[in-house]
């Protein structure tokens, strides 16, 4: 079975950093992508962020782009989403999704495989 276990939310001021961990099992590292997924209260699940473990590509919303950095750890078959100069805006829970393949995309359906949450809550 496909697990995805995301975690490493909190509570951080703005302009503070948190790095998010999808620890996934069931899959074979270079055989998915994980996309970073993010949902604030009464708000549609926006896509954040995306990593193919074939071949390192990622993706980007302009939202977070130049802030948050995500990668992956073969030996550990985890994928981490590091967030620098976070803003409350950011402040939502926050999903991994998984899916076979290469393809490094930020949208909800590309994605058969799903975490749960961890919060993520920015102050000011």
């Known amino acids: 079975d496909v697990q995805l276990q995301a975690s490493g939310g909190g509570l951080v001021q703005a302009g503070g950093s948190l790095r998010l961990s999808c620890v996934v099992s069931g899959f074979t590292y270079s055989d998915y992508v994980i996309g970073w997924f993010r949902q604030a209260p009464g708000k549609e699940r926006e896509g954040v962020s995306c990593?193919?473990?074939?071949?390192?590509?990622?993706n980007y919303a302009g939202s977070v782009k130049g802030r948050f950095t995500a990668s992956g750890d073969k030996s550990k078959n985890t994928v981490y989403l590091q967030m620098n100069s976070l803003k409350p805006d950011d402040t939502a829970v926050y999903y991994c999704?998984?899916?076979?393949?290469?393809?490094?995309?930020?949208?909800?359906?590309?994605?058969?495989?799903w975490g749960q949450g961890t919060l993520v809550t920015v102050s000011s």
């Open positions: 990593f193919s473990s074939r071949d390192g590509t990622t």
């Open positions: 999704g998984a899916d076979y393949g290469s393809y490094c995309g930020l949208r909800t359906y590309e994605y058969q495989f």
